[in-house]
């Protein structure tokens, strides 16, 4: 038992002589952390003009007869790397199980808009039809009625950003009503 003890002891002044040697600047190795890009913002303006940056007390709601189902999805991105997004729609706040809606990458060769700003026009029809494009022309549609119970049905819009090169990704999610 006192053998223990001894060994204790001589164990942390050994310790101690260690560590008083070394220079207050010491070097320390230190592994960055993944450079994955950052959402800044995620807004959803809904057929009634509403947005979930401005509007807390209202549900966000997307009408096909207003506007021919038109409404906006914007993003702001910050990455120092090749980045792609990606637009679903989900029963669930999750890229799992989720349809997806568009996908584009953003490069030094393809902005994307330009500093990172994101924005994707869509539009839902009478028929459960649900389209989303990042470029001017229309994606094909999507067929939701898969995802709607009853009318209206909350689902929710997810956005995936990821960098092309470690594959890390950030998932923001924004519930809306599909009426």
Known sequence: MKMIKNLRLLASLLAAAL?????????????????RPEVYDFEVVDSYNNSNLTTHHY??????TIDNGYFDIYWDVESFNSYSTRLFINDAPSVYGALELDYNECSSRNSC???????????YDRNDYLSC???????????????INIHP????????VCDLYSQACEVHSQSVLFE
Do not use: F, K, M, W
Not at 19 to 35: F, G, K, N, R
Not at 153 to 160: A, D, S, T
């Open 19 to 35: 560590l008083s040697a070394c220079d207050e600047a010491a070097y320390v190795e230190t592994v960055a952390p993944i450079d």
């Open 59 to 64: 549900d966000l709601a997307v009408n096909p």
């Open 113 to 123: 808009r330009g500093n990172g700003y994101g924005l994707a026009y869509c539009t």
């Open 133 to 147: 494009s990042t470029q001017q022309q229309q994606n094909s549609s999507v067929d939701i009625y898969p995802l």
């Open 153 to 160: 049905e909350r689902l929710y819009l997810v956005l995936e």
